[in-house]
């Protein structure tokens, strides 16, 4: 029995649903920047203020739609309790990538290298965008095509850690990453938690999740599931990451005002 195509590499599809959530649940949608042809959105709640929010972001590297349809499944399946979260979204920073199966962008940048500079109009107005704002915890969206399981990178600066609890999140649809090593890093149990020096990114780029750590967020994660799996299974542990960090926002917003 053949299975009904996917549309993960389905840009208009993946659009037009995320305008479909911002319709449902009334969440603000605004294109901010056109790349290659294709336009870029952003969604933000009315709930969201310059302090306390959430940042969500994925397809930055187009070769990982399972980041795509993991965070836009999330919403959909959230649809009631979306405009009540402080939330700043990007579905998709890299359209033509995403089309077209690839990591870079059409001129050939990787644009999670890019963040120092503002050469990239996306990025650049990102940025701009995301100014005002501290998050309490922003997660970046991506896969790894030599990944055997789950893992995911925490960058060291609020306790309690939160690393464990994600990993556990995702654990019933996908196994932990078994390598004690992961991009010349130590892991432990698919976790890499680490303190950066900045000037080691002034050669190799700006990611994403170090620009967002030195200046816009107190937690910052980049999950990372493998892109060998079956796209369901992915799908499913990045939608159980993403609820499992709302979910630990809204228990550290609660307990902070207990105290």
């Known amino acids: ?3 009904a195509p996917h549309h993960a590499h389905d840009y208009k599809h993946l659009v037009s649903r995320w305008r479909s959530v911002a319709r449902a649940s009334g969440l ?8 290659s042809g294709y336009p870029v959105f952003f969604l933000k709640s009315k709930a969201l203020q310059e302090t306390g929010g959430l940042y969500f972001s994925a397809g930055i590297h187009g070769d990982e739609p ?6 836009v499944s999330w919403a959909e399946s959230r649809i009631k309790q979306l405009s009540r979260l402080p939330l700043m979204l990007f579905p998709c920073l890299n359209p033509w990538g995403l089309v077209n199966n690839s990591r870079i962008d059409a001129r050939g940048r990787d644009l999670n290298r890019v963040f120092q500079h503002d050469e990239a109009c996306a990025i650049h107005t990102l940025k701009q965008i995301i100014k005002p704002y501290r998050f309490d915890c922003a997660m970046m969206l991506h896969e790894d ?3 055997q399981g789950v893992y995911l990178y925490e960058l060291q600066r609020v306790r309690p850690y939160w690393g464990e609890d994600l990993l556990d999140a ?4 996908l196994p932990v990453e078994t390598r004690t ?3 010349g890093r130590k892991a432990v149990l698919g976790l890499v938690r680490r303190k950066i020096n900045p000037k080691r990114f002034q050669k190799m780029g700006f990611p994403e999740a170090i620009y967002l750590h030195l200046s816009h967020a107190e937690r910052t994660f980049t999950v990372e599931t493998p892109s ?3 796209l369901d299974q992915r799908v499913q542990a990045q ?3 993403i609820g499992e960090c709302v979910k630990k926002s809204l228990q550290q917003r609660q307990t902070a005002r207990r105290s």
């Open 1 to 3: 029995m053949l299975q």
């Open 28 to 35: 603000f949608m605004r294109e901010f920047a056109k790349e």
């Open 66 to 71: 399972g980041a795509t349809e993991g965070l």
């Open 145 to 147: 095509y030599d990944a």
């Open 170 to 173: 995702a654990c019933p649809f």
């Open 181 to 183: 090593r992961i991009d």
């Open 228 to 230: 060998e799996f079956g």
């Open 239 to 241: 939608v159980a990451m």
